[in-house]
C-alpha cells in the first residue's frame, strides 16, 4: 500500500504539470500506421504537430488531449506514415529540365528514340537546337550506343544532343558536330572521349564525360527564367512523390540565388540541401562567404562541395584499378586534378565545409579515399571548423573489399543509389567480370562494416522514384522480380535499413539529424504518408505503392486528390 502511494505520488507529480503544458495542436494525425525510425519507439498510431514541430507520438487515445477548438483532425484511414523521405543524391534542376526539353526515359529501342526525335525535328525551326535527354540502351536489341549517322537519317540539318541516362554520356548528330568543329583529328579533352569508329577513324557520335562539352558549349545557354521553371517544376513533383529534402549533388553557386528567390516568392516548399561544384569558382565563393544553414525556416542549407572524380560504369568512363573486362584497352578514367583538390579539401576543413565526391569505379574510390586521409591528417580536429567533417562518396559504387572499412574508419560516408543496382547489374557483369563484382553495390556490407548508408535516386539519371529506391534497397531484383548471377542478393537491406536510408541517415549525412528524419517529438514535422504498408507487404506491391499526402513543416504540400 505505501509503495503504491508513492508511486501513485509521483505519478501525480509527473502529470499535472506536463498536463499544464500542454497546448493545443494545429494538425493531429490519427488513425496511421506509423513507423518513426526512432529505434526507442519504432511505432505508433498518432502525431500531434504544432507550428512547424513533432510535439507528440503515441497512440490515438493519447493524442486526444492535444485536440483543441482551433486543431485540424486528419483521419490518415490506416495509411503508413514514415518520416519525410530524403532524397541524399539528386539534380533538382535537370529533373525540372527533363520535364521540359525531349524526355527519353523508357525509349525501348534505337527505332523508338529516331521515331521522338524525329517528331521533335519536325516541329523545330530550321537550325534549332533539339536537346533531350534519358535513353540507355541497356534493353534495346542490340545494346549498342546509336551513333551520329542514325540520327542524321531523322535530324540531317537541326543539331542534336541526347544525353544518356546517366549523364556521362551523350550522343550528337552530324550537324552538331560540324558546328563543334569535331572531326578525326580533334584531340580528346581531359576527362572525357570523342568516341571513333573502329574501322574509319571518324568520330561515331558518342561523346564521353567532358567531350560533351565540345558540343553543349554551342547549344543556346538556357535562360534564368527558364532555370527557375526547372526547379519549380522539379519541386512539384519531388514533393508529389513524397520527398521532403533533395540533396541536391552540384551545380553553380548561382542556383542559390534561384532557391532564396522561389523560397521567398513561396513558388517551392521543398527542403534543399545544396552541394556546389568543385575545385573552381563555385567551391571558392562557398569557400569564402562560409555555409548557410537552415535558411527559410530549416529549407536551405548550402554546406557542401561536390567534387567528380571519375565517369559512370555504362559508358567506361568509371575509372579501375584493372582494365575493363569486355574493353581490355581502357580502365576509364580520373576527371579531376589532384593539384586542384588538394588545396581546396584543406580550406574545406578549415571553413567547415562538407566534401562530397563522385566516385563510381574502384580505382577512383580508393584514389578519393586517399585523398580524404591525406587531407584530414594535414589539419588535425583543432584547426578544423567542424572537428568530424561527415565527409561523402557519392555512389561507391564498384569499391575494391579491403576499402570498404576504411570508409568507417576515415569517418566517410557511402551516399548510395539502390536504382544504379537494378539496371546497371544487367551490364556490370559483361564491364566488370564477375569477381569484381564482389564489393560492387556492397550497401549491407558497408552498414555491417559501421557506416550509415544514406539512400538517393540521382534522378534524372534514374526515375527518382522513392518506391522504386526503396524496391531495389529491399529486393535487388530488377522490377520484374529479375535477378541474375553476380547480383549478390546478400547486398539486399532490410526494410528497417530501407528506411533509415531515405530519412534518418540522410539526416545524419547533412548534420541534421537532431532536426529531422525520425518522428519523434521536437523534431521538424516532415511526413511521408502512403497508400500502403512498405514495411509489410509483399516486395513486388512496394511499387505500386503510391504517396497519398506530404507534409513539410508541419505544412500538407501534396494531397492525393
Ligand atoms: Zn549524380
Redesign the pocket.
Known amino acids: 500500500m505505501k509503495l503504491f502511494l508513492v508511486v501513485l505520488s509521483l505519478l501525480l507529480l509527473n502529470l499535472v504539470p506536463t498536463q499544464n503544458r500542454i497546448q493545443p495542436a494545429d494538425v493531429v494525425f490519427k488513425n496511421g500506421t506509423v513507423y518513426t525510425a526512432n529505434d526507442r519507439a519504432p511505432k505508433a498510431q498518432a502525431i500531434a504537430v504544432k507550428a512547424d514541430r513533432i510535439i507528440f507520438v503515441g497512440t490515438n487515445a493519447a493524442v486526444q488531449k492535444y485536440v483543441g477548438s482551433q486543431t485540424r483532425v486528419v483521419d490518415l484511414h490506416g495509411n503508413t506514415v514514415l518520416p519525410g523521405f530524403t532524397d541524399a543524391?539528386q539534380?533538382l534542376s535537370g529533373v525540372g529540365f527533363r520535364e521540359m526539353t525531349l524526355n527519353l526515359e523508357g525509349t525501348t529501342s534505337l527505332d523508338d528514340l529516331l521515331a521522338k526525335v524525329k517528331a521533335r525535328v519536325d516541329q523545330a525551326k530550321p537550325g534549332e537546337w533539339v536537346t533531350g535527354r534519358g535513353w540507355i540502351e541497356t534493353h534495346w536489341q542490340p545494346p549498342v550506343f546509336p551513333t551520329r549517322w542514325d540520327l542524321d537519317k531523322v535530324s540531317p540539318n537541326n543539331p542534336v544532343i541526347l544525353g544518356r541516362a546517366d549523364?556521362h554520356g551523350a550522343v550528337a548528330n552530324s550537324a552538331a558536330f560540324k558546328l563543334a568543329g569535331i572531326d578525326k583529328n580533334t584531340p580528346n579533352p581531359f576527362g572525357g572521349e570523342i568516341s571513333k569508329d573502329k574501322q574509319s577513324g571518324e568520330p561515331n557520335g558518342m561523346l564521353l564525360d567532358a567531350a560533351q562539352g565540345l558540343v553543349r558549349r554551342r547549344v543556346p545557354p538556357t535562360s534564368r527564367a527558364d532555370e527557375e521553371r526547372a526547379v519549380v517544376l522539379g519541386s512539384k513533383r519531388n514533393v508529389e512523390l513524397g520527398w521532403t529534402q533533395v540533396q541536391d549533388?552540384?551545380g553553380d553557386y548561382d542556383d542559390v540565388e534561384i532557391f532564396k528567390k522561389l523560397y521567398s516568392s513561396g513558388d517551392i516548399k521543398l527542403r534543399i540541401y545544396k552541394a556546389v561544384y568543385g575545385p573552381g569558382v563555385n567551391a571558392n565563393r562557398l569557400i569564402k562567404d562560409g555555409p548557410i544553414i537552415g535558411e527559410f525556416q530549416n529549407r536551405l542549407t548550402v554546406r557542401a562541395i561536390k567534387v567528380v572524380s571519375d565517369g559512370a560504369l555504362g559508358s567506361r568512363g568509371a575509372a579501375l584499378l584493372d582494365p575493363y573486362s569486355d574493353a581490355h584497352d581502357t580502365s576509364g578514367f580520373l576527371t579531376v586534378k589532384t593539384e586542384q583538390l588538394r588545396p581546396m579539401l584543406i580550406d574545406a576543413l578549415r571553413r567547415g565545409i562538407q566534401v562530397e565526391t563522385?566516385a563510381i569505379g574502384d580505382k577512383a574510390n580508393r584514389y578519393i579515399l586517399d585523398e580524404y586521409a591525406t587531407a584530414l591528417r594535414s589539419v588535425p580536429r583543432g584547426s578544423r571548423k567542424v572537428a568530424d567533417p561527415r565527409w561523402r562518396v557519392?555512389h561507391a559504387q564498384i569499391v575494391n573489399p579491403i576499402d570498404i572499412p576504411r570508409f568507417a574508419k576515415l569517418g566517410v560516408i557511402p551516399s548510395m543509389q539502390p536504382s544504379h543496382a537494378i539496371g546497371d547489374l544487367f551490364f556490370a557483369p559483361s564491364r566488370l567480370g564477375l569477381e569484381r563484382l564482389q564489393g560492387a553495390y556492397a550497401w549491407e556490407s558497408f552498414i555491417k562494416s559501421g557506416v550509415v548508408v544514406p539512400g538517393g535516386s540521382?534522378a534524372p539519371?534514374e526515375r527518382g522514384e522513392p518506391m522504386i529506391e526503396f524496391y531495389a534497397a529491399v529486393a535487388r531484383k530488377d522490377p520484374k522480380g529479375f535477378s541474375g548471377p553476380g547480383w549478390h542478393s546478400e547486398e539486399a537491406v532490410t526494410r528497417a535499413q530501407a528506411l533509415k536510408m531515405f530519412t534518418i541517415w540522410p539526416a545524419y549525412a547533412a548534420f541534421e539529424e537532431k532536426l529531422r528524419g525520425s518522428v519523434e517529438p521536437g523534431k521538424l514535422a516532415d511526413l511521408t504518408i502512403l497508400s500502403a504498408d512498405i514495411m509489410t507487404i509483399p516486395e513486388a506491391e512496394i511499387l505500386k505503392t503510391r504517396c497519398v499526402m506530404t507534409v513539410i513543416n508541419g505544412e500538407i504540400v501534396f494531397e492525393k486528390s
Open positions: 543524391h539534380h549523364g549533388a552540384g563522385h557519392e540521382d539519371v
